[in-house]
């Protein structure tokens, strides 16, 4: 019997979601791209539901990087983009998992369902 080291061993594809947590009623609009050219359809999100964009790191030779434009609303200072939404490893990495998770008072993130608190605030309009 012969067997190279990568047979039987599947790699899962890693995770990038968004969650809305925002008010009542609010539909969170997500957009992103990546660094090689591809580019999601916008997506809009309800409240409570979440939306997800599985990333395979080893079809790029060079490090993948997602970037999201994330607003809600008619107002300017309820859009956000996040230009590394998820940047891919050095080497390939299986089954991570990246929670944006969108609340009035700012976005933040949880790895691999660890938190990582607050990340971004919203933008704060000039007075």
């Not at 019997?1 to 969170?28: A, D, H, R, V, Y």
């Not at 997602?66 to 607003?71: E, S």
């Not at 991570?96 to 309009?125: C, F, M, T």
């Amino acid at each position: 019997m012969c067997f190279g080291l990568n047979e039987g061993i599947s790699c899962k594809p890693n995770t990038l979601e968004f969650q809305n947590k925002l008010n009542p009623g609010s539909i969170l609009k997500v957009n992103c791209s990546t660094n090689t050219n591809i580019i999601e359809r916008l997506h809009e999100v309800k409240v409570n539901d979440i939306y997800q964009i599985l990333v395979n790191e080893k079809i790029s030779p060079k490090r993948i990087v997602w970037r999201c434009l994330l607003r809600y609303g008619e107002k300017v200072e309820n859009s956000l983009i996040i230009w590394r939404a998820y940047r891919g490893a050095r080497s390939f990495r299986c089954g991570e998992k990246r929670s944006w998770i969108v609340r009035v008072d700012g976005i933040y993130l949880e790895k691999n369902n660890k938190a990582k608190g607050l990340q971004h605030h919203w933008i704060v309009p000039k007075q």
